[in-house]
């Protein structure tokens, strides 16, 4: 028996670095702080000597730009990039420990004050198929991409290999379409604005049935 195996996604650090220099001065303390006798982190490159240092000098020359002191805007300017580069060298670090245990990146990163960056949740796109009212063919329903979207629908007879149009429809809410229900598969597509005349859906908001497909023949 196949035991299933697990995906585990990767956590991945990330360094919210404030635009406010206090809050920065803050940020950096607390992840100085989380650092310091962290067991998952005996050392750190740079050092936590090192960050702190830094830190020091982004203070004084705040304080220096608050009293207005000529040229202290752009000193202060130019410690706080410091700072966020060690803190940039920090993070890779942090990552590097964390990749090492994949079952518990998040709460190693975590542990270390960075966020965890939260991974997008991509919903599944609806597509179904349902029996159409004449005998041989399938409704075909998905969502729409946009309120005015254009779908170009096709069919494969040969597994994916080879397509072919079966025709273009437009509307709001879902797009439906007709096809052989043996191997008609459809492909929506976004076309441009305005689509071609005479496929808008009508006013109940259905499409124009697309006819069946013609049933192979059977001999010469």
Known sequence: MTTPTKTVRRALASLRAPESVPAMITYA?????????????????PTLATVTEALTKLQTAEIAALARTKGAVAVRNEKRAALVTLLQQLRGQIQTVADASPETTGSIIESAGI??????????????????????????????????????????????????????????????????????????????????????????????????????????
């Open 29 to 45: 303390q607390g992840i100085v702080k989380a650092l310091t006798g962290n067991p998952a982190f005996p050392t750190t490159a």
């Open 115 to 220: 966020a965890v960056k939260k991974t997008p949740v991509r919903a599944k796109r609806t597509f179904t198929a349902k029996p159409g009212a004449v005998s041989g063919s399938v409704l075909l329903v998905t969502d729409a991409a946009e309120r005015r979207a254009f779908y170009e629908w096709q069919y494969s007879a040969d597994g994916g290999k080879t397509w072919v149009s079966a025709g273009t429809q437009g509307g709001r809410r879902a797009a439906r379409s007709r096809g052989d229900g043996r191997a008609r598969r459809g492909r929506p597509d976004e076309c441009d604005a305005g689509g071609p005349a005479g496929l808008l859906p009508c006013k109940c908001g259905r499409f124009p049935a697309l006819p069946p497909l013609p049933s192979p023949r059977s001999g010469p």
